[in-house]
């Protein structure tokens, strides 16, 4: 049974730098494309950024490219969201997401409606 995990998050102030990490088990996740969506009450979640299974191709939305860094560790089965320069438009639940590399690349992954796993979601709330 494969399972997704968050951690991080939690109140930040406007500017502040936090990390949401999130693992994966009773998956290869090195076979795993995984990545971020983000949802706020009343709209469609939005995929932020995906990583490919090898993490060498990264995809970002233009709402997050310049001020997020994904990455990921595959022998700690860990994927690592850096979030610089908050503002309080990024308030949102976050969620981690992982779907098998055959199935969809990055950009297929964050720009498609769903992935096949999700994680339970962590609030970032940014204050002014």
């Known amino acids: 049974q494969v399972q997704v995990v968050e951690s991080g998050g939690g109140l930040v102030q406007a500017g502040g730098s936090p990390r949401l990490s999130c693992t994966v088990s009773?998956?290869?996740?090195?076979?795993?494309?995984a990545g971020w969506f983000r949802q706020v009450p009343g709209k469609e979640h939005e995929g932020i950024s995906c990583i490919s299974g090898d993490g060498a191709t990264t995809y970002y939305a233009d709402s997050v490219k310049g001020r997020f860094t994904l990455s990921r560790d595959n022998a700690k089965r860990t994927l690592y969201l850096q979030m610089n320069s908050l503002e309080a438009e990024d308030t949102a639940m976050y969620y981690c997401?992982?779907?098998?590399?055959?199935?969809?690349?990055?950009?297929?992954?964050?720009?498609?409606?769903?992935?096949?796993?999700w994680g339970q979601g962590t609030q970032v709330t940014v204050s002014s």
């Open positions: 997401v992982a779907t098998p590399s055959y199935i969809k690349g990055p950009q297929r992954l964050c720009t498609g409606p769903t992935a096949r796993y």
């Open positions: 009773g998956a290869p996740f090195a076979s795993y494309t």
